[in-house]
């Protein structure tokens, strides 16, 4: 076991390395831009359900009602928009939202860029290979990271395809394929997992396998980001701003990288 790691328990009770605080992880101390990875939230953001996921309801409106104050009420659903996964939505032993420390939402961010593939193969997935070839770029993944899926599937947030439902209501759409998770957690020492689609697992699986994986083994995914195009693979640090609400189990999390 790396230093710095402790035991957890995985998908099927093996013990993995769950990342801890540690000395030779070292994001960076500065930067030159940063760069929202945010989308906007609204009643109209594409569902996983299908569904909208936010209601508005007003308490004061300088507007409407002469009040001197605007103060509005919202009923968010917790895995929609931009949002953190936190272990406790897969794992009932696992960590709620407001239990991640705050030093594992600010990671160095190393980003896969898949997007050829997913440009011909709505249903691409994030390999051991993909995750090889990284290495074989820019060295081994260091230990407590964010791996980052960019598909390129931001681009379709506005529209049907981003959640792609074929005519029997499956969705299509990337996600990390849950090898690649299995050997993330067996093999390497990564903190979290982002992809700009909205799941972890690719649209059509039936079974999650890499929520179930992943947040099973006490780690945090980050789904729905934007922008991952205008951040380079590797260099640069992300910043998650998760809600720190007692018992939630995800979030509409404000997220930045730091370039």
């Known amino acids: 076991m790396a230093a710095g790691t402790a035991m957890g328990l995985g998908a099927g009770g093996v013990a993995l390395a769950k990342p801890t605080r540690s000395s030779t992880r070292s994001p960076n101390n500065s930067f030159r831009r940063v760069v929202d990875l945010t989308h906007?939230?609204?009643?109209?953001?594409?569902?996983?359900?299908?569904?909208?996921?936010?209601?508005?309801?007003?308490?004061?409106?300088?507007?409407?009602?002469?009040?001197?104050?605007?103060?509005?009420?919202?009923?968010?659903?917790?895995?929609?928009?931009?949002?953190?996964?936190?272990?406790?939505?897969?794992?009932?032993?696992?960590?709620?939202?407001?239990?991640?420390?705050?030093?594992?939402?600010?990671?160095?961010l190393a980003i896969v860029d898949i997007r050829e593939k997913a440009a011909g193969d709505d249903d691409a997935v994030v390999t051991v290979d993909d995750l090889k070839a990284w290495?074989?770029?820019?060295?081994?993944?260091?230990?407590?990271?964010?791996?980052?899926?960019?598909?390129?599937?931001?681009?379709?947030?506005?529209?049907?395809?981003?959640?792609?439902?074929?005519?029997?209501?499956?969705?299509?759409?990337?996600?990390?394929?849950?090898?690649?998770?299995?050997?993330?957690?067996?093999?390497?020492?990564v903190t979290a997992l982002a992809v700009d689609t909205a799941s972890l697992d690719h649209g059509s699986t039936e079974d999650f396998p890499v929520h179930v994986a992943w947040l099973g083994a006490n780690r945090w995914g980050l789904e729905n980001v934007a922008q991952l195009s205008r951040v380079p693979a590797w260099g640069s640090t992300i910043v998650v701003g998760a809600p720190r609400i007692v018992g939630a189990s995800g979030g509409h999390s404000r997220t930045f990288a730091l370039v």
């Open 135 to 189: 290495e074989g770029k820019y060295g081994k993944l260091p230990a407590g990271c964010c791996v980052a899926m960019n598909s390129g599937w931001d681009k379709h947030v506005a529209g049907d395809r981003f959640i792609n439902f074929d005519d029997e209501g499956v969705r299509h759409f990337p996600g990390f394929d849950s090898a690649a998770a299995i050997f993330l957690l067996e093999e390497r020492d």
């Open 40 to 108: 906007p939230y609204s009643d109209q953001f594409p569902h996983w359900r299908g569904e909208g996921a936010i209601v508005q309801r007003t308490v004061m409106n300088s507007t409407a009602d002469g009040e001197d104050w605007n103060v509005y009420q919202w009923l968010l659903d917790e895995h929609a928009g931009t949002h953190i996964d936190a272990p406790f939505h897969r794992n009932a032993d696992g960590m709620t939202v407001d239990q991640i420390p705050a030093e594992d939402l600010v990671l160095p």
